[in-house]
């Protein structure tokens, strides 16, 4: 089974790009990130024409999550983070599908940090951590993916000193994702690729793709049930250079049915 994670920065207006890639890499689970849509605009026809059932948590021109499921039942049983009824971006989505526990999350990237964003950031990732901690000992299989806007450590970054000061970078973001993973969980392309430079977001700035300036923030976690199962990952970085594409490259694992 292959399970991908795609921010698409703009569902509608990057819908070729999405239906192409999704025809190419044909991922029987696909958790899309910033929508950007509201959720009545979610294009959920040329979803299904391609071979997909979806749910979605949509909202107006930011944020916005989703699950793709190929001939798959998905039995939605969560939207929204708890722990905050304030609260009322569309960050989280949480489905089981084919008895494999999935939370789709797209975390606040924070910036500028220090300020209000970072702060709800941080407040958001211990939301997150809580919720996480409920998930972590499931005897189900539990994978939590998306856009985490975290760079765990220098080896994630192209010239790691530019980004000290950055929400995606700062000291507390990456002690807050060794909190989160201090629970349990694996960094799926970590543990298969432990020593690699591997980036899964390009700026649309200073030729960042062609030179390959990159960050690694798209990231899969699992729980132990669903470690047993990992087999294979990797990044399909030549999404990246299509024309009009996501700053993001869709990222995939494939685990054991």
């Not at 890499?25 to 959920?44: G, M």
């Not at 990044?235 to 996501?246: I, L, N």
Request: with cysteine; glycine share 8%; aromatic share 12%.
């Amino acid at each position: 089974m292959k399970i991908a994670t795609y921010n698409v920065n703009g569902v509608n207006g990057r819908l070729p790009v999405l239906l192409r890639w999704l025809e190419e890499s044909a991922p029987d689970i696909a958790c899309l990130q910033e929508l950007k849509a509201p959720q009545e605009k979610f294009p959920e026809q040329a979803i299904r024409d391609a071979g997909y059932n979806a749910i979605w948590h949509g909202q107006k021109s930011w944020n916005g999550v989703a699950i793709l499921a190929k001939n798959r039942e998905i039995q939605e049983v969560g939207r929204g983070l708890p722990g905050d009824p304030e609260d009322v971006h569309s960050r989280y989505i949480e489905a089981i599908i084919d008895g494999i526990h999935v939370g789709c999350l797209y975390l606040p990237n924070g910036n500028p940090a220090p300020g209000p964003k970072f702060d709800y950031k941080l407040g958001w990732f211990e939301r997150f951590t809580t919720h996480a901690a409920g998930l972590i000992a499931s005897k189900k299989p539990v994978v939590l993916l998306g856009d985490y806007n975290v760079i765990p450590t220098g080896k994630d970054v192209y010239k790691p000193e530019r980004w000290t000061e950055d929400a995606l970078f700062r000291p507390e973001t990456r002690a807050a994702f060794e909190k989160l993973m201090a629970q349990g969980w694996t960094d799926a392309i970590r543990k298969l690729y432990p020593e690699e430079t591997i980036y899964t977001f390009w700026d649309y700035f200073r030729n960042a793709y062609e030179r390959n300036a990159g960050l690694r923030i798209d990231h899969f976690l699992l729980n132990a049930e669903m470690d047993k199962r990992l087999l294979a990952a990797g990044v399909d970085r030549h999404v990246r250079g299509w024309e009009k594409s996501s700053d993001h490259g869709p990222v995939w694992i494939e685990v054991a049915e």
